[in-house]
């Protein structure tokens, strides 16, 4: 049974960090490529950072760019998202995404909420 469940969301003032995990099971982690997308509430879902199979290429959206760090644990089968110097735009349900390097294999975790206030 494939899982991706998503931790470490919560409430943060604004400045603060936190770091999400994803850890996945039931399917070959090291052959896809993984996502944070997020929603906010009342807007679509949007992409955040990806982190190519082995984690050696990493993207970010511009609206996170130098306030996020992605990365990964193969052996942990583990992707992580770490969240710095977070904004009030930021509040959000983050969710994290697998992308089969070899087919169209896709898969979502169930989300975790993030909101950021004083």
């Known amino acids: 049974q494939v899982q991706l469940v998503e931790s470490g969301g919560g409430l943060v003032q604004p400045g603060g960090s936190l770091r999400l995990s994803c850890a996945a099971s039931?399917?070959?982690?090291?052959?896809?490529?993984m996502s944070w997308y997020r929603q906010a509430p009342g807007k679509e879902r949007e992409l955040v950072a990806t982190?190519?199979?082995?984690?050696?290429?990493?993207n970010y959206a511009d609206s996170v760019k130098g306030r996020v760090t992605i990365s990964r644990d193969n052996a942990k089968n583990t992707v992580y998202l770490q969240m710095n110097s977070l904004k009030p735009e930021d509040t959000a349900v983050y969710y994290c995404?697998?992308?089969?390097?070899?087919?169209?294999?896709?898969?979502w975790g169930q989300g975790t909420q993030v909101i950021v206030s004083s």
């Open positions: 995404k697998a992308d089969s390097i070899w087919s169209r294999l896709t898969y």
């Open positions: 039931g399917f070959t982690f090291s052959t896809y490529g």
């Open positions: 982190i190519s199979s082995a984690g050696g290429r990493t």
